[in-house]
């Protein structure tokens, strides 16, 4: 998955192979239903995107939607921003969302940047980047999402306790963002063993990309940092 830089740039394909007929009548037809309009300003209380929940998530970079899938499934009473600028991931999301009947997901069909510059202060209890593109080559190492300036919006947009979770199957990607986090006065890495970072947390749905990875022997680490 690719994400936009600190600048609003995207990198990477917004489409890959064509929607099913199914796909894409959701893109017309409920994706406009469930799509944030941001050129409007953001509600105070992000629960007001919604109805009847007691918090607001946000997932950046969702791809095939299975991991936002479960979660709201799993928390009814929670509400979820669904992130990701393909199309093909957006399609295979909306379909999930049909089939489940799913009411407390909302959608942003575009770049993370653009998002965090409209959210609110301290709005959300959990921001999740899970497999983000890891941008391998070193020229390209400012394409990550993980930079300084992308985490003091997190920061901000996140409630004191709240977190910020990451996931990668690239052990470079991983000490990157841990020597990004231990230069900010704002997060506290949770980590207290080994275990913490070598084992997904409680009620972790893995993605198909997830699957993939170990079959190719890539091994994913799983860090929590909680805002201060």
Same mark, same amino acid.
């Given at each position: 998955?690719?994400?936009?830089?600190?600048?609003?740039?995207?990198?990477?394909?917004?489409?890959?192979?064509? =929607?099913?007929?199914?796909? $894409?009548?959701? /893109?017309?037809?409920? &994706? %406009?239903?469930?799509? *944030?309009?941001?050129?409007?300003?953001?509600?105070?209380?992000?629960?007001?995107?919604?109805?009847?929940?007691?918090?607001?998530?946000?997932?950046?970079?969702?791809?095939?939607?299975?991991?936002?899938?479960?979660?709201?499934?799993?928390?009814?009473?929670?509400?979820?921003?669904?992130?990701?600028?393909?199309?093909?991931?957006?399609?295979?999301?909306?379909?999930?969302?049909?089939?489940?009947?799913?009411?407390?997901?909302? =959608?942003?069909?575009?770049? $993370?940047?653009? /998002?965090?510059?409209? &959210? %609110?202060?301290?709005? *959300?209890?959990?921001?999740?980047?899970?497999?983000?593109?890891?941008?391998?080559?070193?020229?390209?190492?400012?394409?990550?999402?993980?930079?300084?300036?992308?985490?003091?919006?997190?920061?901000?947009?996140?409630?004191?306790?709240?977190?910020?979770?990451?996931?990668?199957?690239?052990?470079?990607?991983?000490?990157?963002?841990?020597?990004?986090?231990?230069?900010?006065?704002?997060?506290?890495?949770?980590?207290?063993?080994?275990?913490?970072?070598?084992?997904?947390?409680?009620?972790?749905?893995?993605?198909?990309?997830?699957?993939?990875?170990?079959?190719?022997?890539?091994?994913?680490?799983?860090?929590?940092?909680?805002?201060?």
């Amino acid at each position: 998955m690719s994400e936009a830089k600190q600048t609003g740039a995207f990198f990477g394909r917004r489409k890959g192979h064509p =929607l099913r007929r199914r796909q $894409a009548a959701l /893109m017309d037809t409920l &994706l %406009p239903r469930l799509k *944030l309009d941001l050129a409007a300003p953001a509600p105070a209380d992000l629960r007001a995107l919604f109805h009847g929940v007691d918090e607001v998530r946000l997932e950046s970079g969702f791809g095939g939607g299975e991991h936002l899938i479960a979660e709201a499934a799993q928390h009814p009473r929670s509400g979820f921003i669904g992130i990701e600028p393909f199309v093909n991931g957006m399609a295979k999301a909306l379909a999930a969302i049909d089939e489940r009947k799913l009411e407390n997901i909302r =959608l942003h069909h575009g770049d $993370a940047t653009d /998002m965090l510059a409209w &959210l %609110p202060d301290a709005s *959300l209890v959990r921001f999740d980047l899970l497999y983000p593109d890891p941008w391998p080559k070193r020229r390209h190492w400012k394409r990550r999402f993980v930079q300084d300036a992308t985490l003091i919006e997190i920061a901000r947009v996140l409630r004191p306790g709240g977190e910020f979770r990451f996931v990668t199957d690239w052990p470079d990607y991983a000490a990157w963002t841990l020597k990004h986090l231990a230069r900010t006065s704002d997060f506290e890495w949770t980590a207290e063993r080994a275990d913490d970072w070598r084992k997904p947390w409680p009620g972790f749905t893995g993605t198909r990309y997830e699957a993939k990875a170990k079959r190719e022997g890539r091994v994913p680490c799983y860090l929590i940092f909680k805002r201060k």
